[in-house]
């Protein structure tokens, strides 16, 4: 069922983004911690592109952190501009198109999910059963809830890197569930460059090109192939049941592989040509990937390892960072082995993990896994405390910048305070990814019990 007025709701969060960015005035979100971060701040890439043009690296110091290719980019259009103020007005300008297009791949993913999904309904007899129930169209709902997302809407006109992140890993699913595997390997290369974190999403992009979007587990297709077999269907519906099962098809994941490596050799070559004078991706590695990956900058965020090493003895600084960095790696294989016939829910499961545990996040990664989580409206219907994480949301989103201005601008307050509602912000994204994941199996049990009826 599609929303009605979709396109005026989508037109009115764009005006909205507009209006804010023309007419808003000095808002100050460039400035807040939970918006821009180390990597993603557009004053540290001005500051970059700075030290370019007085031919010296831009990674020197411990200003910038991104990828030269942005800095190639975006760089022109902080120059010569002391205030920051136009350039600011053109970024966003620009991350106003980005977020929308991001948002309609979001709409084409839904869709093209929602059409394997009744087309498995279909082969399964479930189409009646389905339709009493809610059936909304998702791409609508999730690109909607993108859109509309305050978190979207204030890193979008804050004036950071985000939204060409969550672009890239968009087009990444996109491709994926379209099984375009340069479209897919394009998507990949960039996002692992600009955030090195999604590399981990190879494992359901892989998914997605070898057996297809989402669909309900094997067993629900055999347990209906024996049942008929007891009822006594005819044979030319027992291999339809069976052909609906679909099998992995290596051929999409070898293109999407030999795309993968076209784009990155394309990525390093530029990035080479860039950064010619300036130590090349030796110094582009360390003050990137190394920058990400060993937390030197221990500026306050949103999440919670800048107080963790703050506060832990240097001598156990390394074994923590192992154990940080490993822990999102653990996580990989037993969620795609529960969950791999559904892949692109498990994209949006290891999104919401690594924006859980990544080293510097943002409002700008709630922003993405939040819009990907709207892809399964009608699965995760009967999900539990939906009401306790939608204001537990809202509680972060009021407190944070008052426990910062508590701590640093009046002085009545200490880091406890602030740290206090980051935690509280990974206990609410604990609780998403394991509440998601049980509506999921719920739902796939279901499906099951409603098959063997």
Not at 26 to 47: C, H, I, K, N
Not at 126 to 134: C, D, F, G, I
Not at 173 to 191: D, K, T
Request: proline share 4%.
């Amino acid at each position: 069922m599609a929303i009605r007025h979709y396109w005026l709701m989508a037109a009115a969060a764009v005006g909205f983004r507009l209006v804010l960015v023309l007419f808003g005035g000095d808002l100050q979100l460039a400035s807040r911690p939970e918006v821009s971060t180390p990597l993603t701040s557009l004053r540290r890439l001005a500051e970059g592109y700075w030290l370019k043009q007085a031919s010296m690296s831009p990674y020197s110091g411990s200003m910038y952190h991104g990828s030269p290719l942005l800095l190639f980019v975006f760089g022109p259009l902080t120059k010569n501009r002391s205030d920051g103020k136009q350039a600011h007005i053109y970024c966003s300008l620009i991350f106003v198109a980005v977020d929308f297009l991001a948002a309609m791949l979001i709409r084409a993913t839904g869709h093209r999910l929602q059409m394997t999904r009744n087309r498995s309904f279909k082969s399964l007899d479930l189409t009646k059963a389905v339709n009493n129930s809610a059936n909304v169209s998702a791409g609508d709902v999730a690109s909607l809830i993108y859109l509309w997302n305050p978190w979207a809407i204030v890193t979008c006109v804050g004036s950071c890197t985000s939204p060409i992140e969550n672009l890239m890993v968009v087009i990444m699913i996109y491709g994926a569930c379209s099984r375009l595997a340069p479209l897919a390997a394009f998507g990949y290369v960039m996002a692992a460059h600009l955030s090195l974190y999604p590399a981990i999403l190879i494992v359901p992009v892989i998914l997605l090109l070898g057996y297809g979007p989402d669909t309900p587990p094997t067993k629900v297709y055999l347990l209906k192939g024996s049942s008929a077999s007891k009822n006594g269907m005819p044979d030319n519906d027992k291999r339809n049941n069976l052909r609906a099962v679909q099998q992995f098809s290596l051929k999409p994941v070898l293109h999407f592989i030999f795309w993968v490596f076209i784009w990155s050799c394309y990525v390093l070559l530029l990035s080479s040509i860039i950064l010619k004078k300036f130590g090349g991706l030796h110094e582009m590695f360390e003050k990137t990937y190394g920058f990400i990956l060993t937390v030197k900058d221990l500026s306050p965020n949103i999440g919670v390892l800048w107080y963790f090493f703050a506060e832990v003895f240097d001598f156990f600084r390394n074994f923590f960072l192992m154990v940080f960095n490993m822990n999102i790696i653990f996580m990989v294989l037993p969620l795609a082995i529960r969950l791999k016939h559904r892949p692109c829910f498990l994209a949006f499961v290891y999104t919401t993990i690594v924006a859980m545990l990544k080293s510097y996040p943002s409002a700008g990664d709630s922003a993405l896994y939040l819009g990907l989580l709207g892809l399964f409206a009608n699965e995760l219907a009967e999900m539990q405390f939906t009401f306790f994480l939608f204001f537990g949301y809202v509680g972060v989103c009021l407190l944070s910048p008052v426990m910062h201005n508590l701590w640093i601008w009046r002085g009545t307050g200490n880091a406890n305070f602030y740290f206090a509602t980051g935690l509280a912000y990974t206990c609410l994204q604990t609780v998403l990814v394991v509440e998601s994941v049980s509506s999921m199996i719920k739902h796939d049990r279901k499906l099951r019990q409603l098959v063997t009826t």
